[in-house]
């Protein structure tokens, strides 16, 4: 009998959020008092409980520049160089 592991699955921008704010040396809970949002709301973002595309973009934009985050890079999961040359193809 198999058995499964479980596997935790982090999308690009739960990671890239997580990196960021532990690299800062923010909690999530300073981090989401910053921002004016609620704790748990960037706690599901960061876990992928809640889609960064679900959330109001003042929240959005209010995370990326606390964490110092170009939003294309959570939109897009790319910065805007290689989204240019990905659209130019």
């Known amino acids: 009998m198999r058995v499964k592991q479980k596997v ?3 999308s690009y921008a739960g990671k890239l959020l997580t990196e960021k704010r532990l690299q800062a040396g923010v909690s999530q809970m300073d981090l989401a008092y910053m921002a ?13 409980k809640r889609e960064f595309s679900d959330t109001r973009m003042k ?16 939109v897009f999961e790319r910065d805007r160089e290689s989204l240019r040359k990905w659209l130019l193809k």
């Open 8 to 10: 935790e699955r982090k």
């Open 59 to 74: 929240y959005g934009l209010a995370i990326c520049a606390i964490l110092g985050i170009d939003p294309y890079m959570i």
């Open 36 to 48: 004016e949002m609620s704790p748990i709301v960037y706690q599901r973002l960061e876990t992928e």
